[in-house]
């Protein structure tokens, strides 16, 4: 399966607790999005990663939140000290682009990953 | 800032009934705009796209044309059927930045026999 892959797909912790999620990119995208969908609502924007480098985050990322993308290739999503209204789809994203220029290429989105605070 | 509004659900029809969905956009510039699918358990999924004014993008039987004038980019299929049923987002995604993508809330869809 050569799809944007996420991991776990469902998360379930209590409150106070730490969770990190993953997300496998398609192998040549260079770009890579998280977004989250509350229920009933669309995905929100959180952050965007160019190779390796942060370049856009949400004011939705609270200082509890951080992600990363060491290498360019898969990145991970921290939520530290975790509240209820944390609750909600994480959604991941990957396409390809010219490094600073425009992409109309298509975002291909992961299975997503289902975070559950009690 | 970017914005998008759909109608709200559900949307109910029997089969082969016509499909409107209701999608108008807020936006500086010239956005793209898309519609997403979601199937139940699934993944989004890219259902169509236009990328400036007057295109119509198509697929699978659905169609919508990109209204610059009204800022409209509503979704239309002449004849649903059951395995239609999924919820249906519109987005749109700037030309300028990094080109993430800014969706509605969602429209549901349930096509009965």
């Known amino acids: 399966d050569t799809g944007v892959s996420q991991d776990p797909r469902h998360k379930i912790t209590k409150r106070g607790q730490n969770v990190t999620f993953r997300c496998d990119p398609i192998?040549?995208?260079?770009?890579l999005y998280w977004y989250r969908q509350t229920l009933g609502q669309g995905p929100e924007f959180l952050t965007y990663?160019?190779?390796?480098?942060?370049?856009?985050k949400s004011r939705l990322l609270s200082d509890r939140f951080s992600a990363e993308r060491p290498k360019g290739s898969f990145s991970t999503l921290e939520i530290q000290r975790t509240e209820q209204g944390d609750s909600a789809m994480y959604l991941c994203?990957?396409?390809?682009?010219?490094?600073?220029?425009?992409?109309?290429?298509?975002?291909?989105f992961g299975p997503g990953t289902r975070l559950t605070v009690l | 800032g970017n914005s998008v509004t759909q109608m709200e659900g559900p949307v109910t029809l029997s089969e082969e009934a016509f499909l409107t969905i209701n999608c108008t956009y807020t936006?500086?510039?010239?956005?793209?705009l898309f519609w997403y699918v979601q199937y139940p358990g699934e993944g989004l999924q890219l259902l169509l796209k236009?990328?400036?004014?007057?295109d119509k993008g198509s697929n699978k039987g659905f169609e919508a044309t990109y209204r610059k004038e009204t800022t409209s980019f509503h979704l239309e299929k002449g004849s649903v059927q059951v395995s239609d049923s999924a919820v249906y987002f519109c987005?749109?995604?700037?030309?300028?930045?990094?080109?993430?993508?800014?969706f509605g809330t969602g429209t549901r869809l349930l096509v009965s026999p």
């Open positions: 994203a990957s396409t390809i682009g010219l490094a600073g220029g425009s992409s109309y290429n298509e975002q291909f």
């Open positions: 192998s040549e995208h260079n770009r």
């Open positions: 987005a749109l995604r700037s030309y300028t930045g990094f080109q993430k993508l800014v």
């Open positions: 936006a500086t510039g010239y956005p793209s």
């Open positions: 990663f160019q190779n390796e480098a942060q370049l856009e």
């Open positions: 236009a990328t400036k004014a007057d």
